[in-house]
């Protein structure tokens, strides 16, 4: 059976700093992995995600994510954050072929000014 | 059309009543997920379609929980006999079916149901 642990329920960090969400995921068979944000009073939008091929993905705003097979660990990194980037971020995990996302509780990330 | 829409965006009921929500995903989507979120938790599957025919439901759609899918475009999902344990966010996604991998999910912005 999969799932997904994100330990941290809420992560607070000053504007300009580093931040690292942690995700750690168990299941038995391949998997993709991704990060979802959630911005207050909207839909989750996929940060990113990883399929195959590289272990590190990265965003468009900066983020990245490191897809570690050993550790089983898909850590959300950006070493610099914004106001903006005040969030809820989920991560999510799904087995080859399968049809649907299992999400961790989710991390709250506040940026302090 | 830019994205997954779901109305109501928000619900209050009382405990024994029913409620329906509607979601109408991105066009050409042919498949259509519900989830169910509540609070501090991740969103939970409850149930998809490929187009009109529901193909997969979760243990967590008990019998008093029905979603359609009647044309392979929106979706409703019904609650019968709410109670307040049902008091979540209910949200939707869809995503073209892929040739092979992964497509990705869109979400809408969510039905957020308080019973009381």
């Known amino acids: 059976a999969q799932s997904v642990t994100q330990l941290d329920s809420q992560v607070p960090v000053f504007e300009e700093a580093p931040v690292e969400l942690r995700c750690n995921y168990s299941?038995?068979?391949?998997?993709?992995l991704f990060w979802y944000v959630q911005y207050p009073n909207q839909g989750l939008q996929l940060l990113l995600k990883y399929l195959s091929g590289s272990t590190l993905v990265e965003s468009i705003n900066g983020f990245e994510a490191e897809f570690n097979k050993s550790q089983t660990s898909f850590h959300l990194r950006k070493p610099s954050v914004h106001i903006s980037d005040t969030a809820e971020y989920f991560c999510?995990?799904?087995?080859?072929?399968?049809?649907?996302?299992?999400f961790g509780t989710g991390t709250r990330l506040t940026v302090i000014p | 059309d830019t994205g997954v829409s779901q109305n109501p965006r928000h619900k209050i009921t009382k405990r024994g009543q029913n409620v329906t929500f509607r979601c109408d995903p991105i066009s050409e989507h042919n498949r259509l997920y519900w989830y169910r979120q509540t609070l501090g938790q991740g969103p939970e599957f409850l149930t998809y379609?490929?187009?009109?025919?529901?193909?997969?439901k979760s243990r967590l759609l008990s019998d008093r929980f029905s979603a359609e899918r009647p044309k392979g475009s929106f979706s409703t999902l019904e609650i019968q006999r709410t109670e307040q344990g049902d008091s979540a966010m209910y949200l939707c996604a869809s995503s073209l079916r892929p040739d092979s991998s992964y497509n990705e999910q869109f979400f809408g912005p969510g039905t957020r149901l308080t019973v009381l």
């Open positions: 299941s038995s068979v391949s998997v993709y």
């Open positions: 379609f490929q187009n009109e025919a529901q193909l997969e």
């Open positions: 999510a995990v799904t087995e080859t072929g399968a049809n649907n996302l299992f």
